[in-house]
């Protein structure tokens, strides 16, 4: 075989579950509110390119995040563009720093294009300290940070206040603000993008809108970063069917602000009522919430039941990442954690 480049060799591929489940409460997707029936296509002609500016979806965009369309560039997921952003930016050895735990491709975009990776450690109780990374990103002349807010996988939620301090104290590195769950909380920095010209927003539809395998997501920033990042942008990288389809669904706005509410109304009670079943439970800004079990092995019990949930290790212990289901997938996860934890007694 010929050889992979040696930063590339290392590399592990991403891990995805392909475990046979009832209720999958593992990925943080939303459920299909928006186009349970299918979608409209107009004019189709499969045969031209898509429109590689995405202008339609583009300007609907703009609508929700209340920008214009000139401070959007639109991706293959958002996750297409922080790789894309992380690869224009950093030469070998240029410094990418967030803190840890959060999202896990951070790292892997910086292995592949050999961009040091520093994870900055956040707090025994997963808060994470703004003034740390403030100080830790200036003294070590970092080129990228990245702040996921809410944070993925522990929810943990940074104020608008404490963004707007970081964004004031580091001036000279791009900040990328991953706020992929910032739709279940109210803390986004969208609209600031023309104040900060180093910083760029990444949000996406596939979790709060529930269409995570239409693989659309948006970058937001300053028309001169969006215009000097396009330099690096697959060309047609959205295609036709995904374009439409997004379209679509940014037509249901209101829809889409109900879906939310209630979703975060089920937050409240899933987090309630593990509460009261002895689970520490983590406050949490997003779509999922980042628990701590009473009982051992919690993630492989509920796999037998056919209750797909994440399971992370951090200093030897083991913690669990909860998607918010609907109200039934909720009940099922809770009457099987009641089951286990009563055959445990
Ligand atoms: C889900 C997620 C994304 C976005 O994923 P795409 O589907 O590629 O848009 C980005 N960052 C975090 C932290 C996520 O959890």
């Given amino acids: 075989m010929i050889k992979l480049k040696p930063s590339v060799e290392k590399l592990q591929a991403y891990f995805v579950n392909d475990i046979p489940y009832r209720v999958k409460l593992d990925a943080n997707e939303g459920s299909n509110y928006l186009l349970q029936d299918g979608f409209k296509i107009e004019n189709f002609q499969p045969n ?8 339609v979806l583009r300007e609907k965009m703009a609508v929700y995040y209340g920008c214009r369309a000139e401070n959007i560039m639109v991706g293959n997921g958002s996750s297409e563009m922080i790789n894309m952003v992380i690869n224009a930016f950093c030469d070998k050895g240029e ?25 900055i450690p956040s707090e025994k109780d997963f808060t994470q300290n703004i003034d740390k990374l403030i100080k830790e990103a200036t003294e070590n002349k970092t080129k990228i940070v990245i702040l996921c807010n809410p944070n993925n996988p522990t929810g943990f939620m940074y104020t608008r206040t404490e963004v707007i301090k970081l964004l004031e104290n580091v ?20 609209d600031l993008v023309d104040n900060y010209e180093n910083l760029i927003v990444m949000r996406t539809l596939s979790k709060a809108f529930g269409l995570a395998g239409l693989r659309v997501g948006a970058m937001i920033a300053k028309e001169e970063t969006i215009k000097y990042v396009w330099k690096v942008k697959v060309p047609y990288n959205i295609n036709i069917l995904s374009q439409y389809a997004a379209e679509q669904a940014l037509d249901n706005i209101e829809r889409v602000k109900s879906y939310i509410e209630g979703v975060k109304k089920l937050r409240q009670e899933l987090s309630f009522t593990l509460r009261k079943l002895d689970f520490t439970v983590y406050e949490s800004g997003a779509n999922f919430i980042f628990v701590k079990a009473p009982v051992e092995n919690l993630f492989e019990k509920l796999m037998d039941c056919g209750v797909l949930i994440r399971k992370f ?4 212990e083991v913690f669990n990442r909860i998607t918010i289901g609907t109200k039934e997938e909720n009940e099922i996860l809770v009457e099987e954690i009641k089951s286990i934890m009563g055959g445990n007694q």
């Avoid at 031209?48 to 202008?55: A, E, F, G, T």
């Avoid at 001036?171 to 969208?190: G, P, T």
């Fill in 313 to 316: 290790n951090y200093g030897g």
């Fill in 48 to 55: 031209l390119y898509p429109d590689s500016d995405s202008r």
């Fill in 171 to 190: 001036k000279d590195s791009l900040i990328i603000l991953d706020e992929a769950y910032v739709d279940f909380s109210e803390n986004s920095v969208v």
């Fill in 95 to 119: 410094k990418v720093m967030s803190f840890v735990p959060s999202f896990s491709m951070y790292q892997t975009y910086c292995d592949l294009c050999g961009a040091e990776y520093i994870g």
